[in-house]
């Protein structure tokens, strides 16, 4: 398997402009998780779906921040508008199922956002 | 709530010489913890994890960790660090509970290792 796929790999966008980063799990993963990675905070997770069904989105930090998953093999986190405070890596994983079931994330080799 | 505390934020070890990182953990009840690695500009790979069993866990790149419930530890261990185990160390919590697949992490631990 190719693992957890996610494009762009580097995005350099100014202030305002919407920013849209996608991400294919790998195949038969049913959890689908999204986190941001920053010096000041470290990672945090921003939200998860399983089967395509948001389960927890608490960690969006705001409303700027969405995030959709219309099939099993692809998703996308969307900032509108961006800000410089957004500047961040952004990674994708996938679980085969839940924690409780003793499954690994796995993780993508992430995006990695600037906002000017 | 949860929490995951890597006291160390960056250490430096000789190759050769052995390595442990520590990693405190709050949680309730039994917890899932896991290890894992990120090179820089990569993504986090899995080290090992701990959900159940035997406290000493073993896991790829030659490294291990122990789980010990009474000081609420999962340090990873390596008896001899190579040039390449250069990298950042997270370590994290996950509460298992069958409504969530949240995972805490700690804010990591940076290994530069000397010639």
């Known amino acids: 398997d190719a693992g957890v796929i996610q494009s762009p790999r580097h995005e350099v966008t100014e202030m305002g402009q919407e920013v849209t980063l996608r991400c294919k799990p790998i195949?038969?993963?049913?959890?689908l998780f999204w986190y941001r990675q920053t010096m000041m905070r470290g990672l945090e997770l921003l939200i998860y779906?399983?089967?395509?069904?948001?389960?927890?989105d608490s960690g969006m930090p705001e409303d700027r921040f969405s995030a959709k998953m219309p099939n099993a093999s692809f998703s996308t986190l969307k900032i509108q508008p961006s800000e410089p405070r957004d500047s961040a890596v952004y990674f994708c994983?996938?679980?085969?199922?839940?924690?409780?079931?003793?499954?690994?994330?796995?993780f993508g080799p992430g995006t990695r956002l600037l906002v000017l | 709530a949860q929490s995951v505390t890597q006291p160390d934020i960056h250490i430096t070890v000789s190759e050769g010489a052995s390595l442990e990182l520590r990693c405190n953990y709050s949680?309730?009840?039994?917890?899932?913890l896991f290890w894992y690695v990120q090179s820089p500009g990569q993504g986090l790979q899995l080290l090992l994890k701990?959900?159940?069993?035997?406290?000493l866990v073993q896991g790829i790149k030659g490294f291990e960790a122990e789980f010990k419930r009474s000081q609420s530890s999962f340090n990873l261990r390596k008896p001899s660090v190579h040039w390449s185990d250069a990298a950042e160390y997270f370590c994290?919590?996950?509460?298992?509970?069958?409504?969530?697949?949240?995972?805490?992490f700690g804010q990591g631990t940076t290994l530069q290792v000397k010639p």
């Open positions: 994983a996938s679980s085969l199922s839940h924690l409780g079931k003793g499954e690994t994330q796995y």
């Open positions: 195949s038969g993963h049913d959890y």
């Open positions: 779906f399983n089967n395509n069904v948001p389960i927890d």
């Open positions: 949680y309730g009840a039994t917890p899932y």
């Open positions: 701990y959900f159940s069993g035997d406290t």
């Open positions: 994290a919590v996950g509460s298992g509970s069958s409504n969530t697949g949240k995972l805490i």
